[in-house]
């Protein structure tokens, strides 16, 4: 960084939490340099090539998140006439921005188990879970095991069912795979993918946002994204069996079987991986 900087005495101001980790960082940067060294810290993101957000010293981690600027000293303000607020700010040429910089790292927001990315542009994760009720017919059951008398035909038995939300972030992403995601949306996972067994993972779709760049004042950057990929993870366990999206309660036989037409099975099965094998700035 070819930027004179200084940090200011009461800097580093650091939060520890259960599990999260925040500080703050306060610097003394020429007025001139304020927007290069936000760049610089923010990291810079170009058609073909980056430099990673910065890191906080010794938490390879943490790093910064956000850029706070303001005059170090309001009255230096050099005398101007300002007619037209989006052509002009207020002057302070030759002396010196206070420039706050904030660094975070959220320990629930990952995985150690995820593929490596790029530094800077770590891959994420977060579950949630709620709960599914499911309807059972009652022929093939029987009271208090396989020598009980048959449950009474035509009736409902209610089976509640864990179902979970998991959502897998990757950030600076290059170029999103647009048709990659229209092609694999809806369907279920043919092989163990992240440590869930087959057909148990629901690929919902993704939610797709453009990140700001360095400068703070482009706009969004045309050339990278974030990518928030959504699974429903249904595992139904039941007899010292699991059974996943396909499988439906068959009443008849009192067991779990995978319906079957022409064309295939209720969802289609696919490979995931290549979701998360994206290039990153």
Known sequence: MNIIFHELAGSPIEEY????????????????DREKFAQTVLGQVREFGAI????????????????????????????????????GLNDYSGSFAE????????????????????PGSPLSYRIDCFEEVMELASEGWRWDGPSGPQLSA???LRKTVAVSEHWITLRKVLRPPWSLISE?????????????????????GARVSR???GT?????????????????????????????????????AGSWSKPWSGGGFLYDLADFTPLLSLEQA
């Open 17 to 32: 939490l259960p599990s999260a980790f925040r500080a703050q960082r306060r610097f003394l940067v020429p007025w001139e």
């Open 52 to 87: 990673p957000a910065a890191s906080y010293p010794g938490k390879p981690g943490v790093v910064a998140r956000r850029v706070r600027i303001r005059p170090l000293e309001p009255a230096t303000l050099r005398p101007q006439m300002l007619r037209d607020p989006t052509a």
């Open 99 to 118: 420039v706050s910089v904030e660094y975070e790292w959220l320990a629930e927001d990952f995985r150690p188990d995820m593929p490596v990315q790029s």
């Open 154 to 156: 035509g009736g409902v």
């Open 184 to 204: 694999l949306q809806g369907k279920v996972n043919a092989g163990e993918f992240l440590g869930y067994l087959p057909e148990t993972l629901l690929f919902v």
């Open 211 to 213: 990140l700001f760049p």
């Open 216 to 252: 703070l004042d482009q706009g969004p950057s045309e050339f990278v994204w974030e990518i928030r990929y959504k699974f429903l993870e249904r595992a139904v366990k039941c007899q010292g069996q699991v059974y996943g999206w396909n499988h439906v309660y068959r009443g008849d």
